[in-house]
């Protein structure tokens, strides 16, 4: 799916500097995102661009592509994924699994479920 792929390729991969502009046009303003772990929802895309930031500042370098799917179900798409990258010069790899829930145009809802790199 379309949406799938900008989430996961202009948003997770895309320019640190534009995520916020980025996550405006992936996901609602009334958007929220569901972490294993951290406290608080995280809502609106400029939460998620933050978190997005946040969490790839960890490495010197990453990239995720999807492992398996996307999966459509109604308004629910799902996918497995893996990051590739580096963290203080070594070499790092994990995998998650992303569901999200749309409304036809943009995500809403996110879920996942990452492994700890």
Known sequence: MTLYRRWLHELWNGDLD??????ARI???????????????V???????AVIR????MFDEITFAVDVGPVVDGDLISARWVARGRRNGT?????GHD??????RMFVEYWVIAETP
């Open 18 to 23: 534009d995520l916020e502009s980025i996550a």
């Open 27 to 41: 996901v609602t303003g009334d958007f929220v995102g569901h972490w294993p772990g951290r406290p608080a929802l």
């Open 43 to 49: 809502t609106g895309p400029d939460q998620l661009a």
């Open 54 to 57: 946040e969490g790839r500042g």
């Open 91 to 95: 070499p790092a790899e994990f995998h």
């Open 99 to 104: 569901i999200l829930r749309h409304d036809g």
